[in-house]
Structure formats: C-alpha cells, structure tokens
C-alpha cells in the first residue's frame, strides 16, 4: 500500500506561484496514477487534474487548466504539481491521491491518499 506525503504550500499573493510535491512510499510508484485534489472551506472536495504512469498524459479541470502543470520523477517516486497565475479562489487544502495505474486519468475516483498541505492565495 502505498503512502503519500504532501509539502510545498504557504501563503501566496494572488499572481504569485506555488510548487507542491508529494512523495511517494510503500509501493512500486510506477504502479500507481496520480492525482490532485483541493478541499476549500464549506465546499465539496474537488478534483484538479492527474497524470498517468510513465508522466505522459495529463488531465486537468477547467478552472486550472493553463495555469497548473503536473508532473512527475519516477525517480524520486515524486508527483509535482505546479500553481501559476495563482487566484484567491484557489485557496484549498491540496490532497494527493494515488490509484492503480490501469485507470483512467480522468476518472476522479482514487485509492490512496496524503494528508493535505494548505495553500492560501490573498488577494
């Protein structure tokens, strides 16, 4: 079973950036697709975007795409999500999340997940 760590949030001005990362450990990382999640004060937990095994095809959510990339080093078992253009609506505790790689990517239904890092954007 895999375990996930998240880090990298803080405190961002809005337009600023922000690089969260989560490693990887207690499994074979290439096994898994890996995902994003946020969670922002009263509201539903939402799914950012994920990346497949190998780290070539990515799916994000309308509202993120064009200002989030994700990525991951397979040899650091690493998954990265970078925060661009960053809005006061992006304010969220960030998950990662983690499911066997056969699944879709953009199937938001994951196994495994962090604990969360807190991003806040002021504005």
């Known amino acids: 079973q895999v375990q996930l760590v998240e880090s990298g949030g803080g405190l961002v001005q809005a337009g600023g950036s922000l690089r969260l990362s989560c490693a990887a450990s207690g499994g074979t990382f290439t096994n898994y697709a890996m995902g994003w999640f946020r969670q922002a004060p009263g509201k539903e937990r939402e799914f950012v975007g994920a990346i497949n095994w190998i780290g070539s095809t990515t799916y994000y959510t309308d509202s993120v795409k064009g200002r989030f990339t994700i990525s991951r080093d397979n040899g650091r078992n690493t998954v990265y999500v970078q925060m661009n253009s960053l809005k006061p609506e992006d304010t969220a505790v960030y998950y990662c999340?983690?499911?066997?790689?056969?699944?879709?990517?953009?199937?938001?239904?994951?196994?495994?997940w962090g604990q969360g890092t807190q991003v806040t954007v002021s504005s």
């Open positions: 999340a983690a499911k066997p790689r056969v699944r879709s990517i953009a199937d938001a239904k994951f196994d495994y």
